[in-house]
C-alpha cells in the first residue's frame, strides 16, 4: 500500500473519531446534528440506489422541463458544447448491448459526452438532485429529476420516446446503460484492500511500473522516438517562451542560426505589416528605393540610424526622387528601430 | 435511411423556433482509416424543412459541416399543432424525412 493511501485511510479514521467523540472531549462546544439535518444533508444516491428517493417521470414531462430549466446551457438535445461539454450522443445501438462504448477506445468520438462516459445512472441521478439547475441546486423535485433523467435517456435512444422512469424500474435501466462495463476499480487510487480480499481496489498497487534492473541492465539511454521536425518547430523557440524563474526549461527547438532567422522573419513580417513592403523591396526598387540602396547610401553614416528613424516617421521627398514617402506615424518608435537595424544589417 | 432526426419546434410571440438534430455521419472524403486509405466522402447535400407544405428553409450542406450536425432556425406564422417536415438528402442518393408538431 502507497504512503498516500495510508495517510488517506488515517485521515478518515481521524475524521470518524472526531464525529464520535467531539460532543464529549469538547463539553459546550457544538451539539450532536439533528436527525432533520442529517437527512437533508444525506441526499447520496449509491449504485445500488441506496438513498433513491421514490418518484416517476416521463420523458414528454422532462422533455418540457429540459427545455425550461436545462436547455440554455445543455442545448435542447442535450448536445451543446459551448458551457459544458455535450450531455447525449456518441453511442450506438452495439454499445447499449455490450456495456462498453466502442468509440472510446476505437479513437472514433469526435468528442466524449456524459452518456459516453457514466458507468452507473445513479450518479446521474444524484448529480442532476444535488448541483442542477446550475443557478438553483437541489430545487427539482424527485419527481422532476426522474423526468429529467428520463428524457436524456431518450436522447441517448436508451428507452422509447413513451417510457415513465421510476424508482422502480431505474435498475432496468441500469442494464442498458451504454458505458455499465466501462469503470474498473483496478488500479491503484482506491483505498483499502484489494478487490481478491473484499475491498474494491487492487489494494493500491500503483499503475506504473519503475521496476530496478539487475542484470542485463541496458548501458546507455536510448531516445526510442522523437518529434518529427515539422512539429518541433510548430511552436517556433520554445526555449524563450518559458517563464523566467523556475527550473523547467524548454528545449532549444529551432538552434541559434534558425532561431536568428525566425527572429528575423518577424521583423519582415513587421515590415510587411507597417506597409513598407508595399513601397520598398529588400533587393530591388519598387515605388521607394530597395533596401539594399539604403544600406550602400547610409552605411558609413555614423547618425544614419537616427536620421532614417526621423525619416520613416515624419515622411520625406527629394532624396530618392520626386516620389514622396507618407509619414508613418502609425508604427510605433520601437518598431520602426526594429526595422531600421533591420535593414541597416542587410534585412536577412 | 440513415437514424432519426430529433425535432423541437415551439411557438413563442408568433415565431416559432425550430431545432433540428440531425443523425449522420458527414464524412468529408479527406480522412484517412487507420490502413491509410481515404475514407469516402459521405455528407448531407442539401436539406428543407416546411411548415405544413410550405417551404420554410431550404439549405445547402456540405462536406464542412459536422458530424449529426446541429440545426436551428426561426420563422413566422407557425400555430401551435402545425406539422414541421424536415428532410435531407445525401451525395449517396439517400433521404430521410422526419416530422413532428409545434408544441
Known amino acids: 500500500m502507497s504512503r498516500f493511501s495510508k495517510s488517506l485511510l488515517v485521515l478518515a479514521l481521524c475524521g470518524v473519531s472526531a464525529g464520535a467523540f467531539a460532543v464529549d472531549k469538547y463539553s459546550g462546544v457544538g451539539r450532536q446534528a439533528t436527525p432533520a439535518e442529517v437527512k437533508a444533508w444525506d441526499i447520496d444516491v449509491r449504485p445500488d440506489f441506496k438513498g433513491l428517493p421514490k418518484g416517476s417521470g416521463n420523458v414528454e414531462r422532462g422533455n418540457e422541463l429540459f427545455e425550461e430549466k436545462c436547455a440554455s446551457c445543455h442545448g435542447s438535445f442535450g448536445e451543446s458544447n459551448e458551457v459544458f461539454t455535450p450531455l447525449a450522443g456518441g453511442t450506438t445501438k452495439d454499445d447499449i448491448k455490450t456495456g462498453r462504448v466502442k468509440g472510446l477506445s476505437s479513437g472514433e468520438l469526435p468528442q466524449r459526452t456524459t452518456f459516453t462516459k457514466v458507468a452507473t445512472i445513479s450518479t446521474v441521478f444524484d448529480y442532476i438532485q444535488r448541483a442542477m439547475p446550475w443557478t438553483a441546486p437541489k430545487s427539482l423535485k424527485p419527481d422532476e429529476v426522474y423526468a429529467i433523467l428520463a428524457y436524456l435517456l431518450n436522447l441517448q435512444e436508451i428507452v422509447p420516446a413513451d417510457f415513465t422512469l421510476s424508482d422502480k424500474n431505474i435498475g432496468e435501466v441500469q442494464k442498458l446503460l451504454p458505458n455499465r462495463n466501462g469503470m474498473t476499480t483496478d488500479h491503484g487510487m482506491w483505498p483499502g484492500a484489494s478487490a481478491a480480499k473484499g475491498g474494491i481496489g487492487n489494494g493500491g498497487k500503483p499503475d506504473v511500473k519503475n521496476v530496478a534492473c539487475m542484470k542485463n541492465c541496458k548501458t546507455e539511454v536510448q531516445i526510442g522516438s522523437t518529434l518529427p521536425e515539422y512539429a518541433r518547430t510548430a511552436h517556433g523557440e520554445l526555449a524563450d517562451q518559458n517563464r523566467e524563474f523556475g527550473a523547467v526549461r524548454g528545449t532549444r527547438t529551432l538552434g541559434p542560426e534558425a532561431a536568428k532567422k525566425a527572429a528575423d522573419a518577424s521583423t519582415l513580417d513587421l515590415a510587411t505589416k507597417s506597409g513598407c513592403m508595399a513601397c520598398h523591396g529588400i533587393k530591388s526598387k519598387i515605388v521607394g528605393p530597395g533596401y539594399n540602396e539604403v544600406v550602400a547610401r547610409y552605411k558609413d553614416q555614423t547618425d544614419a540610424e537616427d536620421r532614417l528613424f526621423a525619416k520613416i516617421k515624419a515622411g520625406g521627398q527629394g532624396a530618392w526622387g520626386s516620389i514622396p514617402m507618407p509619414p508613418n506615424a502609425h508604427v510605433k518608435d520601437e518598431d520602426i528601430k526594429t526595422l531600421v537595424k533591420w535593414i541597416m544589417s542587410g534585412s536577412k | ?103
Do not use: C
Open chain 2, 1 to 103: 435511411m440513415g437514424n432519426p432526426m430529433k425535432i423541437r419546434a415551439a411557438n413563442k410571440d408568433g415565431v416559432t423556433e425550430v431545432k433540428v438534430l440531425v443523425s449522420h455521419e458527414m464524412e468529408t472524403g479527406q480522412r484517412k482509416d487507420s490502413a491509410g486509405a481515404i475514407v469516402p466522402a459521405w455528407f448531407i447535400t442539401e436539406l428543407i424543412a416546411k411548415h405544413n407544405d410550405k417551404v420554410v428553409l431550404a439549405s445547402e450542406f456540405g462536406p464542412s459541416v459536422s458530424k449529426n450536425p446541429y440545426l436551428a432556425f426561426k420563422f413566422k406564422g407557425g400555430a401551435k399543432g402545425d406539422k414541421i417536415v424536415v428532410s435531407w438528402k445525401d451525395n449517396k442518393g439517400d433521404t430521410r424525412t422526419d416530422e413532428a408538431a409545434i408544441g
